[in-house]
């Protein structure tokens, strides 16, 4: 039952033991200052002596930097090195480095308390080994730092039974202040001790993830390839020799690991390798990137090192499912793009990779849940969810771990991961130190926790954290070295651990919500941002269905709404906010390649004509399945077709214009005003409609030119009718005259007997129409 406290905390890791001892000296700095600036007093009452601060089993910092080897067998010799520093300001005289063996403890929770002492304890720390396994120093100058390093068989280390000793390095010394030899820093560290196998090895499953930020915007060029565009050139540094994810394939290749995979991660390496421009700093203009071999090499590599085995991919992007089933949940479609990312993930391995991964586990930020996070975890397909133990807290007090399958409900599996091992490494792992007193704490809490119940076999999960630097990498890769190469554990992967039999006294019973932790909770992206991803994704969606080739557009818009999602956002709200602005913008700017052209009012030349009304598309693509709408906003004036509006199809090829023409009827004069507006084929707007007038004249000053024109050319033929017949009369009345007799005698009088007259001529005019203008005429823009 001692160990039913084990659970619900995890054990401080070196580098927050680094961080008390700073934050310790950072208290005592004002304190000081306020005892300086106390009331006047004696001196000694006030300020401390430089003599009285040289004493104390903190005077001198011991830094433990190296232990070898991690788990020590009979035969072998342990090899511990580091430095000594005086922080005092008074020398210390006749100093040596010295080490102590504690008792072996009795459970986890004494390794916990242990690593969390400050300064020597008599009894609790040991006696020092002593004889000649020291390192001696005539004196310690106040602030150099000296190296030491004692060598020393294990077997005068007098260790017992199997189990974890606490293992002290101290330095020993006299101070003006004491001028006898007493114990002024001390480094503790755990010492596994367990020379031969054990009956029973606990199963270890150890996640290996394969992470990064996001990388790539979504832009592309143009070109028939797409050629991506990246936000920088980080991940080839990462890819890089020496770089984050070089060295976690690297390590991860020689280690019996369960690799977890982000599919994100392949597509956006690969993307590399078939050249790829660099966003400049003004976010318009792009370079080009020069690191596709180290890309190339990266994915031969990986693609050599999960050969044969079973990997899991998470869904494409990595989802930060708390996020989602807190905020998201709440906004029309959120959770679809969960499903989409999880079968787009599959497809990225399965394509790059040449293996089919296992999509059956769910992984919540730090292994934290609650019911509704089950729920979201679950939605894609999932069944099994990775919690860990400092969220599935034990309440049946048991006195062992257990195993770390267990039914959840709904039939889904949780797979606990121990809290303790999974934090192991987080922190700055790159100073010596901390690295050192990761692995041995690591490896201790592995063997104590197979020593609670040595005849029962368990299976353990080990999850760290998802994003490993390189040095966190290299602190892992050691202690599971030595781990897979100790006497109690065996490796095992993560679809077996699942699979496990559940312990029938482990916690089954998921965490209320109001237990999720608010720092966590803190990080999460908000409800704002999953409407913004609503807004793009429906945005994309009514782009998507006038495009003759929609793959160029939907699958890299489609990839960087999942990026939205990610869980490498948490704690970078600004970074996030930043992204998805960019992804819709960047969107935005797309659909509006596609517009109606602005015009100016259209005139009407008499009671009809047709207005033409321009589509552009600088696309490189075609469009269609669009249609043009121009619609009158008084049809009793004026008519569009054989009503309020009339509508024609639109099919445009990439980087071309389109003229669309309308018929128009007006029925009285005066403007009136239109509007042309865009429409895909299921009715939905596209774009901004254009809006004109379109003025209605029965009589332009053009038709009164043309009018007074004919009027004029009427009045010169009636004239020319007229003088010809005066003339023609003329001529006749002369001939008369001729044929009359001496005495002058006229003609007949009887106009019946008179000789026919000439016909009028024919008029070289032809009537004046009073038929109304044809349609069609020119319409002025």
Same mark, same amino acid.
């Given at each position: 039952?001692?160990?039913?406290?084990?659970?619900?905390?995890?054990?401080?890791?070196?580098?927050?033991?680094?961080?008390?001892?700073?934050a310790?000296?950072?208290?005592?700095t004002?304190?000081?200052?306020?005892?300086?600036?106390?009331?006047?007093?004696?001196?000694?009452?006030?300020?401390?002596?430089?003599?009285?601060?040289?004493?104390?089993?903190?005077?001198?910092?011991?830094?433990?930097?190296?232990?070898?080897?991690?788990?020590?067998?009979?035969?072998?010799?342990?090899?511990?090195?580091?430095?000594?520093?005086?922080?005092?300001?008074?020398?210390?005289?006749?100093a040596?480095v010295?080490?102590?063996?504690?008792?072996?403890?009795s459970?986890?929770?004494?390794?916990?308390?242990?690593?969390?002492?400050?300064?020597?304890q008599?009894?609790?720390d040991?006696?020092?080994?002593?004889?000649?396994?020291?390192?001696?120093?005539?004196?310690?100058?106040?602030?150099?730092?000296?190296?030491?390093?004692?060598?020393?068989?294990?077997?005068?280390?007098?260790?017992?039974?199997?189990g974890?000793y606490?293992?002290?390095?101290?330095l020993?010394?006299?101070?003006?202040?004491?001028?006898?030899?007493?114990?002024?820093?001390i480094?503790?560290?755990?010492?596994?001790?367990q020379?031969?196998?054990?009956?029973?090895?606990?199963?270890?499953?150890?996640?290996?993830?394969?992470?990064?930020?996001?990388?790539?915007?979504?832009?592309?060029?143009?070109?028939?390839?797409?050629?991506?565009?990246?936000?920088?050139?980080?991940?080839?540094?990462?890819?890089?020799?020496?770089?984050?994810?070089?060295?976690?394939?690297a390590?991860?290749?020689?280690?019996d690991?369960?690799?977890?995979?982000d599919?994100?991660?392949?597509?956006?390496?690969?993307?590399?390798?078939?050249?790829?421009?660099?966003?400049?700093?003004?976010?318009?203009t792009?370079?080009?990137?020069?690191?596709?071999?180290?890309?190339?090499?990266?994915?031969?590599?990986?693609?050599?090192?999960?050969?044969?085995?079973?990997?899991?991919?998470?869904?494409?992007?990595?989802?930060?499912?708390?996020?989602?089933?807190?905020?998201?949940?709440?906004v029309?479609?959120?959770?679809?793009?969960?499903?989409d990312?999880?079968?787009?993930?599959?497809?990225?391995?399965?394509?790059?990779?040449?293996?089919?991964?296992?999509?059956?586990?769910?992984?919540p930020?730090?292994?934290?849940?609650?019911?509704?996070?089950?729920?979201?975890?679950?939605?894609?397909?999932?069944?099994?969810?990775i919690?860990?133990?400092?969220?599935?807290?034990?309440?049946?007090?048991?006195?062992?771990?257990?195993?770390?399958?267990?039914?959840? @409900?709904?039939?889904?599996?949780? #797979? *606990? $991961?121990?809290? /303790?091992?999974?934090t +192991?490494? %987080?922190?700055?792992?790159?100073?010596?130190?901390?690295?050192?007193l990761?692995?041995?704490?690591?490896?201790?809490?592995?063997?104590?926790?197979?020593?609670?119940?040595? @005849?029962?076999?368990?299976?353990? #999960? *080990? $999850?760290?954290? /998802?994003?490993?630097? +390189?040095? %966190?990498?290299?602190?892992?890769?050691?202690?599971?070295?030595?781990?897979?190469?100790?006497?109690?554990?065996?490796?095992?992967?993560?679809?077996?651990?699942?699979?496990?039999?559940?312990?029938?006294?482990?916690?089954?019973?998921?965490?209320?919500?109001?237990?999720?932790?608010?720092?966590?909770?803190?990080?999460?992206?908000?409800?704002?941002?999953?409407?913004?991803?609503?807004?793009?994704?429906?945005m994309?969606?009514?782009?998507?269905?006038?495009?003759?080739?929609?793959?160029?557009?939907?699958?890299?818009?489609?990839?960087?709404?999942?990026?939205?999602?990610?869980?490498s956002?948490?704690?970078?709200?600004?970074?996030?906010?930043?992204?998805?602005g960019?992804?819709?913008?960047?969107?935005?700017?797309?659909?509006?390649?596609?517009?109606?052209?602005?015009?100016?009012?259209?005139?009407?030349?008499?009671?009809?004509?047709t207005?033409?009304v321009?589509?552009?598309?600088?696309?490189?693509?075609?469009?269609?399945?669009?249609?043009?709408?121009?619609?009158?906003?008084?049809?009793?004036?004026?008519?569009?077709?054989?009503?309020?509006?009339?509508?024609?199809?639109?099919?445009?090829?990439?980087?071309?214009?389109?003229?669309?023409?309308?018929?128009?009827t007006?029925?009285?004069?005066?403007?009136?005003?239109?509007?042309?507006?865009?429409?895909?084929?299921?009715?939905?707007?596209?774009?901004?409609?254009v809006?004109?007038?379109?003025?209605?004249?029965?009589?332009?000053?053009?038709?009164?030119?043309?009018?007074?024109?004919?009027?004029?050319?009427?009045?010169l033929?009636?004239?020319?009718?007229?003088?010809?017949?005066?003339?023609?009369?003329?001529?006749?009345?002369?001939?008369?005259?001729?044929?009359?007799?001496?005495d002058?005698?006229?003609?007949?009088?009887?106009?019946?007997?008179?000789?026919?007259?000439?016909?009028?001529?024919?008029?070289?005019?032809?009537?004046?129409?009073?038929?109304?203008?044809?349609?069609?005429e020119?319409?002025?823009?």
């Amino acid at each position: 039952m001692a160990e039913a406290a084990d659970f619900p905390g995890t054990s401080p890791s070196p580098a927050r033991r680094w961080l008390r001892r700073t934050a310790a000296l950072l208290v005592g700095t004002p304190l000081l200052a306020g005892l300086l600036q106390a009331p006047a007093g004696p001196a000694h009452a006030t300020v401390p002596s430089a003599a009285a601060e040289a004493s104390g089993s903190t005077t001198v910092d011991v830094s433990l930097d190296a232990l070898t080897p991690t788990l020590p067998g009979e035969d072998d010799t342990l090899t511990v090195s580091g430095t000594v520093t005086n922080n005092s300001r008074q020398p210390v005289t006749g100093a040596q480095v010295g080490l102590r063996v504690g008792p072996s403890f009795s459970g986890r929770s004494e390794i916990d308390r242990a690593a969390e002492r400050r300064g020597f304890q008599p009894g609790s720390d040991g006696s020092e080994v002593g004889g000649k396994y020291v390192d001696k120093f005539d004196k310690l100058v106040p602030g150099v730092r000296q190296d030491f390093s004692i060598k020393v068989p294990v077997k005068a280390l007098d260790l017992g039974s199997d189990g974890v000793y606490q293992l002290g390095v101290t330095l020993t010394g006299q101070t003006p202040a004491q001028g006898y030899p007493q114990v002024l820093g001390i480094e503790r560290t755990f010492l596994p001790w367990q020379p031969g196998a054990a009956e029973t090895k606990t199963k270890t499953a150890y996640l290996w993830p394969l992470i990064s930020d996001t990388h790539l915007t979504a832009k592309t060029e143009s070109d028939e390839q797409q050629t991506p565009v990246f936000k920088n050139d980080d991940l080839a540094e990462e890819l890089a020799p020496g770089g984050r994810l070089q060295q976690l394939l690297a390590l991860g290749s020689d280690l019996d690991v369960t690799w977890v995979i982000d599919p994100d991660l392949l597509a956006t390496v690969e993307a590399m390798t078939k050249g790829y421009q660099i966003q400049n700093d003004d976010g318009k203009t792009t370079r080009t990137g020069k690191h596709q071999a180290v890309a190339t090499e990266w994915l031969n590599d990986l693609e050599a090192a999960v050969k044969g085995k079973k990997i899991v991919a998470l869904p494409f992007a990595d989802p930060d499912l708390a996020s989602l089933a807190h905020n998201g949940r709440a906004v029309s479609g959120s959770l679809s793009h969960l499903k989409d990312a999880t079968e787009a993930g599959v497809r990225a391995v399965d394509t790059i990779l040449h293996v089919k991964p296992s999509t059956d586990f769910a992984w919540p930020a730090e292994g934290a849940i609650d019911p509704s996070i089950v729920d979201v975890s679950t939605s894609a397909g999932a069944h099994t969810v990775i919690a860990r133990s400092d969220s599935l807290r034990e309440t049946s007090g048991l006195p062992y771990s257990p195993n770390a399958a267990r039914p959840i @409900g709904g039939g889904t599996t949780a #797979v *606990v $991961a121990d809290a /303790r091992l999974s934090t +192991a490494f %987080q922190g700055d792992m790159s100073e010596a130190e901390n690295s050192t007193l990761a692995v041995q704490e690591f490896v201790a809490q592995s063997l104590m926790l197979n020593l609670q119940d040595p @005849g029962r076999q368990r299976s353990v #999960v *080990v $999850a760290p954290q /998802r994003m490993p630097s +390189a040095s %966190q990498a290299q602190t892992m890769a050691k202690a599971l070295t030595a781990l897979q190469g100790g006497q109690w554990s065996q490796p095992e992967d993560l679809t077996a651990a699942a699979k496990e039999k559940p312990d029938p006294r482990a916690t089954t019973r998921v965490p209320s919500a109001g237990a999720y932790p608010t720092s966590l909770r803190r990080q999460e992206l908000p409800q704002s941002a999953f409407e913004s991803i609503r807004d793009t994704q429906g945005m994309l969606e009514r782009f998507q269905v006038i495009l003759t080739d929609e793959d160029r557009v939907v699958t890299p818009f489609g990839r960087a709404i999942d990026r939205e999602m990610s869980t490498s956002w948490r704690g970078r709200p600004a970074e996030a906010s930043t992204y998805r602005g960019s992804v819709e913008s960047y969107l935005r700017e797309l659909t509006e390649q596609v517009a109606l052209i602005n015009r100016s009012d259209a005139k009407l030349s008499g009671r009809s004509a047709t207005i033409p009304v321009s589509v552009q598309n600088n696309l490189v693509q075609g469009v269609e399945n669009l249609t043009l709408r121009l619609y009158s906003q008084n049809p009793t004036r004026l008519k569009i077709g054989d009503g309020q509006f009339e509508e024609h199809p639109v099919k445009i090829a990439g980087g071309h214009s389109q003229s669309v023409k309308f018929t128009t009827t007006a029925n009285a004069n005066g403007p009136v005003p239109v509007y042309a507006q865009l429409y895909t084929e299921d009715g939905q707007l596209y774009g901004d409609a254009v809006h004109f007038e379109v003025n209605a004249t029965e009589v332009t000053p053009t038709v009164m030119l043309v009018i007074a024109g004919g009027l004029l050319l009427l009045v010169l033929a009636g004239f020319r009718m007229y003088t010809q017949r005066k003339r023609a009369a003329r001529r006749l009345a002369e001939q008369d005259g001729q044929e009359d007799g001496p005495d002058g005698e006229a003609g007949t009088a009887s106009g019946e007997d008179d000789p026919e007259q000439p016909s009028d001529p024919t008029p070289d005019t032809g009537p004046e129409s009073t038929d109304p203008s044809e349609t069609g005429e020119r319409v002025d823009r």
